[in-house]
């Protein structure tokens, strides 16, 4: 595979099945078309058409994208199968390679440009009394990880936003901060701006695979592995692999 970084807008197909929504847009350099549906366990049905129906308004064909972007976890176990299935499928048969792209990072870009936030808290409902967090800050205009994503207990977020600079506001989004808000008590933390039912899309999966794909970041499809962090989860599907 060859990675072509000329003078033409790179086009990205980017699709998002880590939660209850599904997406797929298309990026064409900055311009990005996409369909978003809030349709649990419908993922599988939908999909497909939501790609060719981006492709089409793009006036695009398959052929003629670049790479293909999909978000690689967190998420629901079964929503990111889907989304490396489809991505693997893709790359495949058109020979195009991949850009993974964090669910939280989605999150937390969605923010930036639809809140213009700096700093945002990024969380998923992990079940089992559990979030998936990640922490990021906004650097020309994309938001960028600050350490490391990790699956822990809903009260260590707020240990987490403790310790940073007194000063600064962040955005709380995602699903992990819907489920636990009560728990959580947010309305007592003055640096913290909750913003409600934020679920992950493939718009801003494409958004950041756009820069991945400028800085040369693609990879092949058989090197692109999901992000679970639920070192359990990991252990099973690694286990499933060696059964075969």
């Not at 964090?102 to 937390?108: D, E, Q, V």
């Not at 809903?154 to 901060?177: K, V």
């Not at 933390?189 to 409600?196: E, F, M, S, T, V």
């Amino acid at each position: 595979m060859k990675t072509d970084h000329s003078n033409n807008p790179s086009i990205i197909l980017a699709i998002e099945t880590a939660t209850e929504a599904c997406s797929a847009a298309v990026a064409i350099g900055d311009k990005i078309i996409t369909r978003f549906s809030i349709a649990p366990r419908e993922h599988t049905k939908l999909i497909l058409t939501m790609m060719d129906e981006v492709l089409k308004e793009a006036d695009v064909k398959l052929n003629q994208v670049d790479a293909i972007a999909f978000s690689r976890g967190p998420g629901a176990f079964t929503g990111i199968r889907i989304a490396v299935g489809v991505a693997h499928g893709v790359a495949l048969s058109m020979d195009k390679l991949v850009l993974p792209i964090s669910t939280l990072a989605a999150i937390a870009q969605q923010m930036q440009q639809q809140q213009a936030t700096h700093h945002c808290l990024a969380a998923m409902d992990a079940r089992m009394g559990e979030v998936y967090w990640g922490k990021y800050t906004v650097k020309k205009g994309l938001m960028r990880l600050q350490g490391t994503e990790a699956v822990t207990k809903p009260e260590n977020l707020l240990t987490a936003l403790n310790t940073e600079n007194q000063e600064t506001i962040w955005t709380a989004a995602g699903s992990g901060w819907d489920q636990y808000a009560q728990q959580l008590n947010l309305t007592t933390h003055q640096k913290l701006i909750k913003i409600d039912n934020i679920l992950p899309s493939a718009e801003y999966i494409a958004k950041l695979a756009v820069e991945d794909w400028k800085q040369g970041k693609a990879i092949n499809i058989e090197d692109a592995q999901p992000i679970y962090l639920r070192n359990k989860v990991a252990q099973t599907v690694a286990e499933r692999k060696r059964a075969k």
